[in-house]
């Protein structure tokens, strides 16, 4: 059975900057661990996130689409609907998301995502019995 795996923001920035070896790691193996029996989904809002912290950092427009085209490789992009957004918000209601994280943990379910990887968010937290989500650079390295 192929997982669909939706891969939150920092998990991206932590593998292209670099910044921070031990988390670099981490994001790298688990992502290459689970290349081929995985698809990963994105959205426009995780493109967005990544080009503007790399911006931020100082990367230079022609690397920033290097990483962009890299994303478009690996991931399948989940778009925003009306019914993603309201879902959204019920979400936000429901568990005290964040609006963003609400739009990230919709999109997911919406992607019929089984498995949400991100740090930002309650690590083993079952949503709409649908998704978990989990936070691979805690109690790592069995994070699979």
């Not at 910044?19 to 989904?41: C, G, H, P, S, T």
């Not at 992607?111 to 989990?134: A, F, T, W, Y």
Request: aromatic share 14%; proline share 1%.
């Amino acid at each position: 059975m192929t997982d669909k795996i939706f891969v939150d923001t920092n998990v991206w920035v932590y593998l292209y900057l670099h910044d921070d070896e031990e988390k670099y790691k981490i994001a790298e193996e688990y992502l290459l661990r689970n290349n081929q029996n995985a698809v990963f989904i994105i959205t426009w809002q995780i493109i967005n996130e990544v080009s503007n912290t790399l911006s931020r950092y100082k990367y230079t427009e022609s690397e920033i689409r290097k990483y962009i085209e890299q994303l478009f490789k690996v991931c399948t992009i989940q778009g925003f609907t009306k019914e993603l957004v309201l879902t959204a918000s019920f979400l936000r209601e429901k568990y005290s998301f964040s609006f963003w994280d609400s739009i990230v943990v919709g999109s997911a379910l919406f992607s019929e995502c089984n498995i949400l990887i991100s740090e930002d968010m309650q690590n083993g937290l079952k949503v709409e019995e649908k998704l978990i989500i989990k936070n691979i650079f805690e109690n790592t390295p069995n994070f699979a």
